[in-house]
């Protein structure tokens, strides 16, 4: 069965730090799709990136960066000189190419704090 | 472009009344939409999903119905509230594949009394 687990709860970190969210998935497909979405306090989910199965590649966009290994099962999220508008519920979240009817299946979050 | 509304953005209802709550999507034909519920700030879970007019699936059992009467309206209802119903409500579309990723509403929050 697919799983995302984000074992982190909570970050707490100061203005101008880097901070690496994890995220560790499982699934039986060998065609699967990984995402992060950003939820602000305000509520609404803000899609950050789709990554595919098949491309390893890592990717950075700004200050954000996604490191996708397959090996470790793992696709974390870093974000480089974090501010205060990163302050966020950030959620991981997987979805399988093969599965009729299928949903994302997301991580419980982690709640980023980013202080001043 | 493509634009999610729903409405209400909150609600505060009594245990056992109904309940509509109402998405909706401008920009784009046939979209795939979703309902889920997320409790307690945390965790989202997918109620109810559509690929077209009168197709709706169901993932969890509850007290809970969706209807798609039109091609980019997404009614998620209940004839009677629990308490347990309280959460935040939030709407999704996608296209194309239904494996890509979704794009969410603003969500409604329901406070079941």
């Known amino acids: 069965a697919q799983k995302v687990t984000q074992a982190q709860t909570e970050i707490s970190v100061v203005e101008k730090e880097d901070v690496t969210l994890d995220c560790v998935y499982e699934t039986r497909d060998t065609t699967y799709y990984l995402f992060w979405y950003k939820q602000p306090p305000s509520g609404e989910l803000v899609f950050l990136i789709r990554?595919?199965?098949?491309?390893?590649q890592n990717e950075i966009s700004g200050r954000y960066s996604w490191n996708f290994q397959k090996s470790t099962s793992s696709f974390n999220f870093t974000i480089t000189a974090s501010q205060v508008v990163d302050s966020a519920v950030y959620f991981c979240a997987l979805s399988e190419a093969n599965q009729a009817g299928t949903a994302l299946i997301f991580g419980k979050g982690t709640t980023l704090s980013v202080s001043s | 472009s493509q634009t999610i509304h729903q409405w209400p953005a909150t609600l505060v209802q009594p245990v056992g009344s109904p309940l509509s709550l109402e998405c909706t999507v401008e920009g784009t034909s046939n979209p795939n939409l979703y309902w889920y519920r997320q409790a307690a700030g945390r965790g989202l879970q997918l109620l109810f999903y559509?690929?077209?007019?009168?197709?709706i699936s169901s993932e969890v059992p509850q007290n809970l119905s969706a209807s798609r009467p039109q091609d980019r309206q997404f009614i998620l209802s209940s004839k009677k509230l629990l308490l347990s119903d309280s959460g935040f409500y939030l709407c999704?579309?996608?296209?194309?594949?239904?494996?890509?990723?979704?794009?969410f509403g603003p969500g409604t929050r329901l406070t079941v009394t």
């Open positions: 559509s690929v077209g007019i009168g197709q």
């Open positions: 999704a579309w996608n296209y194309g594949q239904i494996s890509y990723e979704q794009y």
């Open positions: 990554r595919n199965s098949f491309d390893e």
